[in-house]
Nanobody, 128 residues
């Protein structure tokens, strides 16, 4: 069972940047799809981005061209670089993972229930 721990959240103004990190308790290279979800209180969890072991990525339309997901397999760490942040990006951000064949992410990658492993979350607040 993979344990995940996020860090890097905080408060920024509109247009600012943050980088989230997620450390995994074991190697996920070649075995796990990794990603980020976010949730606003009272709303459903929203898929933000995923990355496969070969580096193939998926992004929500709302964050394309602003957010970049990456992974450092040697460090067992996942990142989310968030630029040009907007107030609507305010949410709790969760690191997720699940074991998949050859580390290829799910076709329907934005479905939260597909991922068994979740971090505790890190809050991102963007003020206008």
């Amino acid at each position: 069972q993979v344990r995940l721990r996020e860090s890097g959240g905080g408060s920024v103004q509109t247009g600012g940047s943050l980088r989230l990190s997620c450390g995994a308790s074991e190697s996920t290279y070649g075995t796990h799809c990794m990603g980020w979800f976010r949730q606003v209180a009272g709303k459903e969890r929203e898929g933000v981005a995923t990355i496969a072991s070969d580096g193939t990525t998926n992004y929500a339309d709302s964050v394309k061209d602003r957010f970049t997901i990456s992974r450092d397999n040697a460090k067992n760490t996942l990142y989310l670089q968030m630029n040009n942040l907007k107030p609507e990006d305010t949410a709790m951000y969760y690191c997720v993972a699940d074991r998949v064949v050859d580390g290829v992410c799910f076709y329907e990658w934005a479905i939260a229930t597909l991922y068994r492993y979740w971090g505790q979350g890190t809050q991102v607040t963007v003020s206008s």
